[in-house]
């Protein structure tokens, strides 16, 4: 099977990749934006096009949902642990806000709770260093970071994760997203990437953070391009691979195949990854 090649939506300006992923993302981002969670980055302006989103522009927060009934986070959830993690680099009110915020977005979702205090530390984490990233001074070393997103971050941005990530190493930073997530990850997804050498390390669907969108230099949409927000100085390509939702291990095994094909083109295009990467192999 040749090589596809990633292509843009074609409401998006094209985008391409240069001998480095553009490192033009805001650097001073406000520890709170009206409307969101205090150390969040904004995301889309009401009514622009898609790619004209000036990087100045302060805007709401379209991946937050909408107001409800605070949800009480347990004690089991460690604060603590995460507010010395961060500590020198976030206040422990901000990392308060972000773990309950993060806790609420998940359990929105979730149809068993026992694992929300471990998930939401883990999703804090994630949307914290990421914030951090953003936040980094220009001449800081940054690793070229990979966001895939599609619908239900429970099938195709989960296979292309884990494959970037066996694929790459420490090379590139990958995290994945959906627009609106599932509650479990796709039955045969974990079984073809164990196939495949990648097994899928404790993933879990979650939901698009308006901190990890601001700090990916690439932005990978499958299904979803509409939905995610678009913003200035970023790289969006669009990979039109079928959901996997609901099919036989069969069709599953081709997407997957598919998506390391396009995995593979990738890494070729990425700085940091010039040195020689094995396939992914194949049952």
């Excluded at 500590?87 to 929300?116: I, K, N, P």
Aim: hydrophobic share 45%; with cysteine.
């Amino acid at each position: 099977m040749s090589a596809p090649s990633p292509s843009l939506p074609p409401s998006r300006p094209e985008a391409r990749l240069a001998a480095s992923v553009p490192e033009s993302v805001p650097h001073s981002v406000p520890e709170s934006v009206p409307g969101s969670v205090p150390g969040c980055v904004p995301d889309r302006v009401p009514g622009a096009a898609p790619g004209s989103v000036p990087a100045s522009t302060p805007v709401p927060a379209p991946t937050s949902a909408p107001a409800s009934a605070p949800v009480p986070v347990p004690a089991s959830v460690s604060v603590a642990r995460l507010a010395a993690r961060f500590a020198g680099r976030f206040s422990a009110q901000t990392v308060q806000a972000v773990l309950a915020d993060s806790y609420r977005r998940l359990a929105e979702t979730a149809t068993v709770t026992a694992y929300l205090p471990v998930l939401a530390e883990r999703f804090t984490a994630e949307r914290l260093e990421a914030l951090a990233h953003v936040r980094a001074p220009r001449g800081a070393r940054k690793l070229p970071r990979v966001l895939f997103v599609c619908s239900r971050n429970a099938g195709r941005s989960q296979l292309a994760a884990a494959l970037l990530r066996h694929r790459a190493g420490d090379r590139v930073t990958v995290s994945c997203a959906g627009t609106r997530p599932a509650a479990r990850i796709e039955p045969y997804v974990a079984q073809v990437l164990i196939e495949a050498g990648a097994a899928p390390t404790a993933a879990y669907p979650k939901p698009l953070a308006d901190e990890v969108v601001a700090a990916a230099d690439v932005v990978i949409t499958m299904g979803c391009g509409d939905a995610c927000p678009v913003l200035f100085g970023k790289t969006y390509l669009d990979w039109p691979v079928p959901d996997p939702a609901d099919a036989p291990i069969a069709v599953v095994r081709r997407i997957r195949d598919d998506i390391n094909t396009r995995v593979t083109a990738l890494l070729d295009r990425l700085p940091s990854t010039s040195t020689p990467i094995p396939p992914a192999s194949a049952s």
